[in-house]
């Protein structure tokens, strides 16, 4: 894979993140202060700080840790899901931006413990035929870092067991479409087994949209940092 350049750390960078985190709960796609958001810089990661209702973030209160080892504990508690964050930006440097939530209908499916098959060709814009799912551990631990640097190795997106969702992008604004999208996806399967099965796509037909998805998406002019 060909490693994204960076995200700026400027003030409109972080006010960007903290309009994702608004935008979130706004939608209904999360709850509280229960998800997060990173951004991969060149001083490190930057992510949203532990338990700060989201109305009272301000650019200043974001949290800067390293792109590998612990954070320094100056300032802010990062997010307790900070290590999971940086295990995805050392695994995949490609995609800059980290986003995790709570959406209903993928909470549904992870407390279930299904992944979500190629029932829509929209499966494909996670990067393959299905949104695995990544094995249980406790939020923060190393465990659950690794299960999901696994399992995203080849996908935009994933479900997580008994937990929510995650997804990727190559900015901020292909994350929040990421994350609805997948919302989406997982009401779409879960109401689709009302009285009978879905259809899934074959391998072959996912790979003809997968090729058709290159240019998929919304993509943001030269001069935006997010």
Request: aromatic share 6%; with cysteine; proline share 9%.
């Amino acid at each position: 894979m060909t490693p994204a350049a960076p995200l700026q750390d400027t003030k409109e960078t972080r006010q960007a993140l903290i309009a994702a985190c608004l935008w979130m709960n706004e939608r209904h796609l999360n709850q509280g202060t229960s998800g997060n958001i990173s951004a991969r810089t060149e001083a490190g990661i930057l992510i949203t700080p532990s338990g700060v209702p989201y109305e009272d973030l301000t650019p200043d209160l974001m949290v800067t840790i390293p792109l590998d080892g612990q954070p320094d504990g100056a300032g802010l508690k990062p997010s307790s899901e900070w290590p999971f964050h940086q295990g995805l930006h050392q695994a995949r440097p490609d995609m800059p931006v980290v986003l995790h939530a709570h959406p209903p209908y993928c909470s549904i499916l992870a407390v279930q413990r299904r992944p979500i098959p190629a029932c829509h060709y929209m499966v494909a814009a996670f990067g393959g035929n299905d949104v695995p799912l990544a094995d249980y551990a406790l939020f923060g631990s190393p465990e659950l870092c690794a299960n999901m640097a696994e399992i995203m190795a080849d996908r935009h997106a994933c479900l997580m067991a008994n937990h929510g969702a995650t997804v990727l992008g190559e900015t901020i604004a292909k994350a929040r479409w990421r994350l609805e999208e997948l919302e989406t996806l997982a009401r779409t399967y879960l109401f689709s087994r009302i009285g009978g099965e879905p259809h899934i796509l074959s391998e072959a037909e996912i790979a003809e949209v997968l090729v058709a998805f290159q240019n998929y998406g919304p993509r943001p002019a030269a001069t935006e940092e997010a």
